[in-house]
């Protein structure tokens, strides 16, 4: 899957799936640019990739949001991939606790209306190379929540599955595809991220395959549907979690 000359755009590639995808990318010719917060990992994770272009910036902001698509255009003249996966969980008290509307807006500028946004902004230059996007969201968008307090991540990322359907109908008459990747338990640094108490590995036995994913599995399949292989397929939602889906 050569990526030659490909220019790429990983959004929360300082750590977890987004790292691997970047460094997978990297790995197979493309133009990363990496985007995220946190300066030391994202350089942590540059190291290992070939000349990225390192953008610190918050999705949610909209300034931040058309620094990216500008700087990126700037830096290599063109966009052929979006891969809009930065997202994080927010433990609050859920219905019940008194910061709901703060948390509820929290997640979902991050996990759904930067997506929009950077979609948006990425359109036009994605028309122009017939390009493609990835959101990565999560079996939390379909499933029925594990636990207390997680309604706004579920929420956000059944709002993602539809989004990718209604941006798929809207770009692919331009030849744009647009897909989604649904995730279950993989190892990153989402829970710790996210002040949670939960060890990945107690999800393990919520699975059928009594298994989590690495990171790397789920890049896996970011690559197969960003790449020429997938040329039929938008408007998906990728499923790759270890039969938690089935099992639950
Ligand atoms: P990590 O916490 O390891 O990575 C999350 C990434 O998102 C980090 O690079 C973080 O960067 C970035 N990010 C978060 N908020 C912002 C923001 N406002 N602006 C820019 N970047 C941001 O977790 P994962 O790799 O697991 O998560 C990646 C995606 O996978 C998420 O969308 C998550 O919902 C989804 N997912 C994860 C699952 C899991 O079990 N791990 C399961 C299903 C879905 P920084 O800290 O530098 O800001």
């Keep these: 899957m050569s990526f030659k000359n490909k220019v790429?755009?990983?959004?929360?590639?300082?750590?977890?799936i987004g790292a691997a995808a970047a460094k997978m990318f990297s790995d197979e010719g493309a133009r990363v640019v990496m985007v995220g917060r946190n300066e030391k990992k994202l350089s942590a994770v540059a190291a290992r990739c070939a000349s990225p272009l390192v953008i610190r910036a918050d999705v949610s902001k909209d300034d931040d949001a058309k620094r990216i698509i500008n700087e990126t255009v700037k830096k290599f003249g063109q966009i052929d991939v979006l891969v809009n996966n930065a997202g994080l969980t927010i433990n609050n008290g859920g219905l019940l606790g008194s910061d709901m509307m703060e948390t509820f807006d929290a997640i979902m500028n991050i996990n759904?209306?930067?997506?929009?946004?950077?979609?948006?902004?990425?359109?036009?230059?994605?028309?122009?190379?017939?390009?493609?996007?990835?959101?990565?969201?999560?079996i939390a968008g379909t499933i029925a929540p594990i636990g207390p307090g997680l309604a706004a991540y579920y929420v956000s990322k059944a709002g993602m599955n539809h989004f990718t359907v209604c941006a798929a109908a809207e770009l692919g008459v331009h030849g744009v595809r647009v897909n989604t990747v649904s995730p279950g338990p993989v190892r990153t640094d989402f829970f710790e991220n996210a002040k949670s108490a939960i060890d990945i590995d107690t999800l393990r036995p919520m699975t059928l395959l009594d298994r989590v994913s690495e990171p790397e599995e789920i890049a896996d399949v970011i690559l197969f549907l960003t790449s020429d292989r997938a040329k039929g397929i938008t408007g998906s939602n990728y499923v790759n979690d270890n039969g938690m889906t089935i099992k639950h």
Excluded at 115 to 131: D, Q, R, Y
């Design 8 to 16: 790429v755009i990983v959004t929360g590639a300082s750590s977890g």
């Design 112 to 138: 759904l209306r930067a997506v929009v946004h950077l979609t948006s902004l990425a359109a036009p230059h994605l028309i122009k190379t017939k390009g493609n996007i990835v959101n990565v969201s999560s």
